[in-house]
């Protein structure tokens, strides 16, 4: 004796197995101009489709890379805008220290106070990455160094730094202020 639930399962069984049939028929029979027109159009959309989903996924690709290269390089000179600011303090104990240069008791005083403070100072900014430029006795380089001036001279090769006007700084390999410095040239004739 059948229950209603097997007589459904059994309908639906039948009715599946018709459908399953038409589909074989309809994939046996063959493929109208229109239909195959109409595949070909639909498999060149697929590959466009394809095509720009993947220079999607290479610009997308790209960016991730980009931004976190530029969230390392924020990290990285976080402190550049800082150093900018204390180079001057630097120079200005430097300049301190050559005014106490003269004889006398409380000038060696001062100048040794003077100078123990910019030792600190010197020695905390370096922890932090700031490095000095010393452009005496070397070859012009545009890149760190910014010619004040040219003087002539026999001694020194032409090109090459004769004196230091001002020092230049790096932070972390960037440069941050080149260095003044007064370029040799040959004496005129």
């Keep these: 004796m059948e229950s209603k639930t097997d007589k459904k399962h059994i309908k639906g ?7 399953a ?4 028929d309809e994939v046996a029979r063959p493929l109208t101009p229109e239909q195959i027109v109409q595949l070909n159009e639909r498999a060149a959309k697929a590959d466009e489709y394809r095509e720009r989903l993947l220079r999607e996924a290479a610009d997308f690709e790209n960016y991730k890379k980009r931004a976190a290269r530029e969230r390392q390089d924020s990290v990285t000179y976080a402190n550049e805008s800082l150093l900018q600011k204390l180079i001057p303090v630097l120079d200005t104990f430097e300049m301190a220290l050559a005014a106490t240069a003269s004889d006398g008791a409380a000038a060696q005083s001062l100048q040794a106070g003077v100078l123990m403070v910019y030792n600190q100072l010197k020695s ?3 922890d932090a ?3 000095e430029i010393d452009a005496r006795g070397k070859v012009f380089d545009p890149n760190l160094h910014e010619a004040v001036s040219q003087q ?8 090459e730094v004769t004196q230091q006007i001002r ?3 790096k932070f972390r390999n960037r440069l941050i202020r080149p260095a003044g410095v007064i370029v040799a040239k040959k004496p005129a004739a």
């Design 152 to 159: 002539e001279s026999a001694d020194v090769p032409e090109g």
């Design 21 to 24: 049939d038409t589909q074989i």
């Design 13 to 19: 069984a039948k009715a599946d197995e018709i459908q």
């Design 167 to 169: 020092k230049g700084y």
């Design 124 to 126: 905390a900014l370096a």
């Design 129 to 131: 990455g700031l490095e």
